[in-house]
């Protein structure tokens, strides 16, 4: 009878420490990697505690705005109306869920823009919150940090943001019930 020696194969744990002391090319692209992916979180991180001392920071929306917002809000079904805070800085209206859902307009839209626009700005924002497009910011930020040096991942998290915006645009039209205001 031919008996084959036994050769131990190394798993879980083992097999890890393996792979991370092996050849010189593979420990270096490891923590290649590693760095990257580590360096991008901070940077997420660091970005994420911005917007949150921006909403801090904000102050309340007028009246008329936030009767808007209810409106809109009950146009989309949802359950309540998120906060709505004015900034002082020059950005682009944004939705921030990472304490309360809360929608950031920049003062300058509220303030030089009329009634109709600031509704349809609402609306695209409001429809971000009803599709949940939030989560896939969060989906994004775990694809960013494991593939950030794949070209693939960033062209596709372009594309679905487009797809993103041009959902809420629908959705907003939808709502709104006129292309042309909504433009």
């Known amino acids: 009878i ?27 692209l490891m923590w290649f990697w590693l760095a990257g992916s580590l360096s991008l979180l901070a940077v997420r991180t660091r970005q994420c505690v911005g917007l949150l001392r921006l909403v801090r920071r904000a102050r309340s929306a007028p009246g008329s705005v936030v009767a808007a917002c209810r409106e809109v ?9 998120p906060a709505v ?24 839209l509220v303030n030089r823009c009329g009634n109709h ?30 593939y950030w040096w794949h070209p693939v991942f960033w062209w596709a998290r372009h594309e679905m943001r487009r797809a993103a915006d041009e959902a809420a645009d629908a959705w907003a039209v939808s709502v709104l019930g006129c292309r042309k205001q909504y433009a």
Not at 14 to 23: C, D, E, H, K, N
Not at 74 to 80: E, K, N, S, V, Y
Not at 122 to 137: F, G, Q, S
Request: net charge positive; aromatic share 6%; glycine share 8%.
């Open 85 to 108: 805070r004015i900034v002082e800085r020059s950005l682009s209206p944004t939705v921030c869920v990472l304490h309360r859902t809360t929608i950031l307009l920049p003062a300058e």
């Open 117 to 146: 626009v600031v509704r349809s700005v609402l609306a695209h924002e409001l429809a971000h919150v009803k599709r949940r497009d939030h989560w896939m910011c969060w989906i994004e930020l775990i694809g960013s940090c494991v």
């Open 73 to 81: 809000a009950g146009r989309f079904d949802l359950a309540g109306a």
């Open 2 to 28: 031919d008996v084959a020696p036994v050769v131990p194969t190394a798993t879980g744990a083992m097999a890890f420490w393996i792979w991370l002391t092996g050849s010189g090319l593979e420990r270096g």
